[in-house]
């Protein structure tokens, strides 16, 4: 599980981000470059492992 430090938004790898089409299993780390925070918007930098 990964946190966004900004909102608290949790990142599941076994979910993935069907709001931004990511499947489900994706791991964190093969997340696209350009992937937000679906919730505010936050760069892969403010998402941290929890």
Known sequence: MYRCSNCGYLYNPDLGDSSQSIAPNTQFEEL??????????????KVKKV
Not at 32 to 45: D, I, L, V, Y
Request: with cysteine.
């Open 32 to 45: 696209p470059k350009s992937w937000k925070c679906p919730r505010c918007g936050a760069s892969r930098e």
